[in-house]
C-alpha cells in the first residue's frame, strides 16, 4: 500500500493524496503550498494614549480619549519560515509609519515594503493600504500564471491606486504619501519592483543592491540626470517619485536578477540603509535564517540611533514554499 513518509498509509487503500498533508501518494510529491501572507497592520490594538481598545474599526481616532489611532504596530514581527520580517517605529518617531508584508505561495517568495513619507498626513494609511494591495496583487498575479515583471507591474499599479484613496477631502496640501518596493523570489531569478527609495539587496555571491533611490541624491550618483523642475542638490535626499494623491509618476521600475548561488533577498526601508547600506557589509551581517537576519538589521539599525521607522524583509533564495505557520 501507498503510504505517506510523514503520516503513513491513507484511511482507504484507493486515496491517491494523504488526508493529514496534501502529499501525492502515487509521485511522492510534496503537498503544494497554501498561499499565505501577513502584514504589519495593528488588529485590536490599544490606544498609546489612554490604553483604551479600540471599538469602532471604522474611525481613525480612540473611542475614549480622541488621539489618533496607529494603523501598524510599534513593534512587529512576521515569520513564514523562508521569507520574514521586522519592522519596528525606532528610538524618535512618535509611531511606526513604514508598512511590511510577507507572502508565500507555491514555488515562490513575495515581500513588499513601503515607507510612509513623514512630511504627508497620515502616511501610514498610504503606507499600510499600498504594501497590503501590492501584496495580494502579486500573489494573485502570480497564482494565474503571470511572469514576475508582469505581476510587479500590476502589484505596483495598485499599490498606487490604494495610497491615493488613502487621501480624504481635507489632505488636498500633503496628501497621504509612501514609498514602495516588492520582491519576488521564484524559480531561478529575483526580481524586483520599487519607487521611491526603499531598497533591495542581493545578499549572497557577488552581493549587490538592485535599485536606484528615486530621490535626486540617488539619481545624481547613477549618472543620471535630476529632474529639471526640482533643485539638483547631489546631497538631497528629497523623493522624486513617490506614491500617493499627488504623485505623478507611479510606474515601478523593474529589474531580474539570476544569482550564481544561494543567499538572500532583501528588501528595506531607509531606517535600516541610513545606518548600514554597503552590500557586502550587509552580507556579512546576513548570518542565519530569515528572522534571525531581520531581526539582527533591526537591532543594528536601532543601536546605530534609530532615527527612523525601520522596515525589513529577508527573503531565502532558491525559493522553497517552506512549512505551514
Known amino acids: 500500500m501507498r503510504a505517506c513518509p510523514e503520516h503513513g498509509p491513507p484511511s482507504e487503500p484507493d486515496h491517491r493524496f494523504c488526508e493529514i498533508c496534501g502529499r501525492n501518494l502515487e509521485t511522492g510529491g510534496a503537498p503544494p503550498v497554501p498561499t499565505v501572507w501577513l502584514s504589519s497592520r495593528a488588529a485590536g490594538a490599544e490606544c498609546a494614549g489612554c490604553g483604551a481598545s479600540f471599538v469602532d474599526a471604522s474611525t481613525s481616532y480612540c473611542d475614549h ?18 521569507v520574514a520580517a521586522v519592522t519596528d517605529k525606532g528610538r524618535r518617531r512618535p509611531r511606526n509609519e513604514d ?26 494609511a498610504a503606507s499600510h493600504g499600498a504594501a497590503e494591495a501590492g501584496m495580494t496583487t502579486l500573489l494573485a498575479a502570480l497564482s494565474a ?21 488613502a487621501a480624504g477631502p481635507d489632505d488636498s496640501d500633503a496628501p497621504p504619501s509612501c514609498t514602495y518596493v516588492s520582491a519576488i523570489a521564484c524559480g ?14 542581493w545578499l549572497g555571491p557577488e552581493p549587490a543592491c538592485l535599485t536606484i533611490d528615486d530621490s535626486i541624491a540617488g539619481q545624481l550618483a547613477a549618472g543620471r540626470p535630476a529632474p529639471a ?21 507611479a510606474e515601478p521600475q523593474v529589474t531580474t536578477l539570476r544569482p550564481a548561488g544561494p543567499g538572500q533577498l532583501l528588501v528595506c526601508s531607509d531606517g535600516l540603509h541610513h545606518y548600514l547600506s554597503d552590500p557586502a557589509e550587509l552580507t556579512a551581517a546576513a548570518t542565519g535564517t530569515p528572522i534571525d537576519v531581520a531581526r539582527h538589521l533591526t537591532k543594528v539599525a536601532l543601536d546605530g540611533g534609530g532615527h527612523d521607522n525601520i522596515a525589513i524583509a529577508v527573503l531565502s533564495f532558491p525559493a522553497t514554499g517552506g512549512s505551514a505557520p
Not at 480619549?65 to 523562508?82: M, V, Y
Not at 511590511?100 to 515581500?111: C, K, T, Y
Not at 510587479?152 to 484613496?165: D, E, F, L, V, W
Open 65 to 82: 480619549c480622541g488621539r489618533r489611532r496607529a494603523i501598524g504596530r510599534g513593534h512587529a514581527e512576521l515569520d513564514l519560515d523562508t
Open 99 to 124: 508598512a511590511v508584508v510577507i507572502g508565500r505561495l507555491d514555488g515562490g517568495l513575495v515581500a513588499v515594503v513601503c515607507d510612509g513619507v513623514s512630511t504627508s498626513t497620515r502616511a501610514d
Open 145 to 165: 500564471g503571470a511572469d514576475p515583471t508582469e505581476a510587479t507591474h500590476q502589484g505596483a499599479q495598485a499599490a498606487a491606486k490604494a495610497a491615493r484613496s
Open 188 to 201: 531561478d531569478a529575483v526580481t524586483v519592483g520599487w519607487i521611491g527609495d526603499s531598497r533591495a539587496y
Open 229 to 249: 523642475t526640482v533643485d539638483s542638490d547631489a546631497s538631497s535626499r528629497a523623493l522624486i517619485r513617490w506614491l500617493g494623491a499627488d504623485s505623478t509618476d
